[in-house]
């Protein structure tokens, strides 16, 4: 399977701890984006990479999130200091450049719970 | 503030008839519409799209109708089958690298 890959698929973590999610997308896709839902709603935009350079950070992404694509390759989103709040899935997608650029790939996302 | 709205949280259909699907948009910038449809423990895959410079979109069973002047897009399934029972989530774009997700519709297509 060549998808979009995400790990963990869950994570259960204590409040104020910090956690790192992975998300490996598709191998030729040079666009990787990062989402939050939470129950009931859409995927909320979070930030986005072209390669390795992130161009686009939503003003949900507090400082306590950071991102990164260090090869233009796989990502890691990190919450520091986590809160209740932060429970929500956390989703991965990416696409291709070119006319199909506008088609996201989604991992299945990593379910996060901070008790 | 949600720039995509899709108000019905959930549609029930009788296998073999059509079901259509809601979605209106607040931003006249979007010049590109997608839907995604979701089952349980995946994430949403790619369905059908639309460019802002048509108004309709085919793809087997699947048609998205798109109304500029109104801000409406619109997914119809015909016939519908009970594996398309899931939530469709519609989806608008603009060159700023930005989507912007609606909160989804459950379809529940009965045997």
């Known amino acids: 399977d060549t998808g979009v890959s995400q790990d963990p698929r869950h994570k259960i973590t204590k409040r104020g701890q910090n956690v790192t999610f992975r998300c490996d997308p598709i191998s030729e896709h040079n666009r990787l984006y990062w989402y939050r839902q939470t129950l009931g709603q859409g995927p909320e935009f979070l930030t986005y990479?072209?390669?390795?350079?992130?161009?686009?950070k939503s003003r949900l992404l507090s400082d306590r999130f950071s991102a990164e694509r260090p090869k233009g390759s796989f990502s890691t989103l990190e919450i520091q200091r986590t809160e209740q709040g932060d429970s929500a899935m956390y989703l991965c997608?990416?696409?291709?450049?070119?006319?199909?650029?506008?088609?996201?790939?989604f991992g299945a996302g990593t379910r996060l719970s901070v008790l | 503030d949600q720039q995509v709205k899709q108000n019905s949280p959930s549609l029930s259909v009788q296998e073999g008839r059509i079901s259509i699907l809601n979605c209106d948009y607040t931003?006249?910038?979007?010049?590109?519409f997608l839907w995604y449809k979701k089952y349980p423990a995946e994430g949403p895959t790619f369905l059908i799209s639309i460019s802002s410079i048509k108004d309709k979109n085919e793809d087997g069973r699947f048609t998205v109708f798109l109304n500029k002047s109104a801000k409406h897009l619109s997914l119809h399934i015909v016939p519908s089958q009970p594996g398309d029972s899931a939530v469709y989530f519609c989806a608008a774009y603009t060159n700023f690298n930005k989507f912007y997700f609606g909160s989804g519709t459950k379809l529940n297509v009965k045997p």
């Open positions: 997608a990416s696409s291709p450049q070119g006319l199909a650029k506008n088609i996201q790939y």
């Open positions: 990479f072209q390669n390795e350079a992130q161009l686009e």
């Open positions: 931003n006249s910038m979007f010049d590109y």
